[in-house]
């Protein structure tokens, strides 16, 4: 009997072990986690730099750059809206360990203190996207207006990272997605991408000066490219016959400034605001007093709202990308930045009046 006990004990032991193992093989496919590789402490040290970011356009300019010299990895997932996320304990343990860590900033992660104050610095290159670059503010107003002059005054990287922390506190009691004092929605315009490519390109330099010709060369070809779409987007906004746009939310100030547009926004910086019985009554006036035949909604947000104004309006309907995170079916056909910025280009091509090719 006393070895049949003993036979028991061992078993379980051995099927706790095995049951542990079989954990940290599986990630958690709703949470976003990410599993570490034998370059972030699974193992022996490969050559392979282990690259995180923490938004699809992020993701893209550092594959690009970084070739085949690094494993890049987003921590947001396919499909999941980025303003919702909250990476989890073992998310944060998995980006600290990588060589390069790169955020946007401008108070879009909300969560990115509690992820950033645990990484050793001494071992993890963090790059901070927009630090340096000329912001927009935040403005609670709807209407952002491309021929508004001056940007908001550049401010340290730590005021900013303050101030996205107490905002963090105000959604935990208020569920209002507010970034901040900025618009953190860059991405969106193309020479503003072509500057945060250049502090990647530096990151991965720093921490392999080998490679140095080989970043240098992908650089050049996304600047390129990047530059390419910048002209097809001037080209368009110097044929529209009406300036303005409406959106189901502030995720175009960039675009629209860049370019001399005006977007005219149903939900403030987060697709998560709504508009209140008052505001939707202004915007289906604003919509008809300005004769607007597109409302145009987004792929990862819910477009009841924008449908509304839609059928109250007579507008037909569209879809402008804010690339914030690819679809599981966009990310399946092999969409990428350039190819979905190129199909918001059609999509404005219709909602400002330009004249087929």
Not at 9 to 35: E, I, K, M, Y
Not at 84 to 99: K, L
Request: proline share 4%; glycine share 8%; with cysteine.
């Amino acid at each position: 009997m006393k070895d049949w006990g003993s036979m028991l004990s061992r078993l379980f032991v051995l099927l706790a072990v095995l049951a542990l193992a079989a954990c940290t093989q599986q990630p958690n496919a709703g949470s976003g986690s990410v599993q570490p590789t034998a370059a972030e402490g699974g193992g022996e040290a490969g050559e392979t730099i282990v690259v995180y970011t923490t938004l699809y356009p992020l993701y893209y300019v550092a594959e690009r750059i970084a070739g085949e010299h690094a494993e890049v990895k987003n921590v947001v997932p396919a499909g999941v809206e980025p303003h919702d996320f909250e990476p989890t304990a073992r998310d944060i343990v998995a980006m600290s360990n990588a060589q390069i860590f790169i955020y946007n900033g401008a108070g879009f992660e909300q969560w990115i203190e509690k992820a950033v104050e645990g990484m050793d610095q001494g071992k993890t290159v963090i790059v901070n996207a927009t630090e340096g670059l000329e912001l927009l503010p935040a403005s609670g107003d709807d209407h952002e207006h491309g021929d508004e002059k001056g940007h908001a005054a550049e401010e340290e990287n730590a005021h900013e990272e303050e101030h996205a922390h107490e905002e963090e506190h105000a959604h935990e009691e208020d569920h209002n997605h507010d970034h901040g004092l900025f618009d953190p929605h860059v991405w969106l315009d193309p020479i503003l991408v072509k500057q945060q490519a250049e502090k990647i390109k530096e990151a991965l330099i720093q921490v392999d000066e080998s490679h140095r010709d080989d970043y240098q060369r992908n650089y050049n070809a996304l600047a390129a490219d990047l530059d390419a779409l910048d002209q097809e987007f001037r080209e368009l906004a110097a044929k529209a016959k009406r300036k303005e746009f409406v959106v189901s939310h502030s995720a175009f100030g960039y675009l629209a400034h860049r370019y001399g547009l005006t977007q005219t926004a149903i939900s403030g910086v987060s697709p998560t605001d709504e508009p209140s019985p008052a505001e939707l009554k202004e915007l289906v006036e604003h919509v008809n007093e300005h004769q607007i035949e597109y409302i145009l909604f987004e792929t990862l947000a819910s477009p009841k709202v924008a449908e509304v104004i839609a059928r109250e309006t007579g507008a037909r309907t569209g879809t402008l990308n804010p690339l914030e995170g690819l679809t599981e079916e966009e990310q399946r056909s092999g969409k990428d930045y350039l190819s979905i910025m190129r199909e918001n280009l059609e999509t404005l091509r219709l909602a400002l009046g330009v004249e087929e090719k």
